[in-house]
């Protein structure tokens, strides 16, 4: 069965502290991993990633993919306040996309 | 319009109602999707409308729900007798291609909740 297991569930950080969330997944026929953010109730697209290896990086945060060992880092560098969220990872295959349960960061000040 | 809109933003009902949810996607999008997002879940599938193909309705999780779009537009997600299980927050996204290829634009999403 196709799954997206994210790590760690919860994160508490304080301000300037640097994170790494996790996303493994198990899917046939895979296409592409995305990131979102979610804030209250609407996920906002971060990276979408397709090739191993290649870090797709946009201010503070970064993403890379490994298709060999089946998993998705985001780093968040400098955290602020407002990087708290909840983040979620999905996996998409020709058929279908995907989500984790999400990790919810929480950056104190 | 500029993004997603969906409404009501909050829902309040008695359990064996029925409820309407509305989905206006961005202009031009062909694709529309539903999601069901209870606590602390991730985002569940529920149907999948492309252009005027017949949509993927694989998600819905009991025939009590069903979905329609009109027009190519505007999407109603309707779910019939409700229950308590029922109560979460409905995320309606769309996209320009869709068939799961790309980024999806997420409307903020009705909280239903089912005392």
């Known amino acids: 069965e196709d799954k997206v297991v994210q790590s760690p569930l919860s994160l508490v950080v304080h301000e300037g502290d640097t994170v790494t969330l996790n996303c493994s997944y198990e899917?046939?026929?895979?296409?592409?991993l995305l990131w979102y953010k979610q804030e209250k109730k609407a996920p906002t697209f971060l990276f979408m990633l397709?090739?191993?290896?290649i870090e797709k990086k946009s201010g503070r945060l970064s993403s890379i993919l490994d298709k060999k060992e089946l998993f998705s880092i985001l780093n968040i560098t400098a955290t602020q306040t407002g990087d708290s969220a909840v983040y979620l990872c999905?996996?998409?295959?020709?058929?279908?996309?995907?989500f984790g349960a999400g990790t919810r960061l929480t950056v104190k000040p | 319009g500029a993004g997603v809109s969906q409404s009501p933003s909050n829902k309040v009902t008695e359990k064996g109602k029925d409820v309407e949810l509305r989905c206006d996607p961005i202009?031009?999008?062909?694709?529309l999707y539903w999601y069901r997002q209870s606590l602390g879940q991730g985002l569940e599938f529920l149907i999948y409308?492309?252009?005027?193909?017949?949509?993927?309705k694989s998600g819905l999780p009991s025939d009590r729900f069903s979905a329609e779009r009109t027009g190519g537009s505007v999407s109603t997600l309707t779910i019939q007798r409700t229950q308590q299980e029922d109560s979460a927050v409905y995320l309606c996204?769309?996209?320009?291609?869709?068939?799961?290829?790309?980024?999806?634009?997420f409307g903020s999403g009705t909280q239903l909740s089912v005392l």
């Open positions: 996204a769309s996209s320009t291609q869709g068939a799961w290829a790309e980024k999806l634009f």
């Open positions: 899917v046939t026929n895979f296409r592409s």
């Open positions: 397709t090739s191993s290896g």
């Open positions: 999905a996996v998409e295959n020709n058929n279908d996309m995907r």
């Open positions: 202009s031009g999008h062909t694709a």
């Open positions: 409308f492309q252009g005027n193909s017949a949509p993927d």
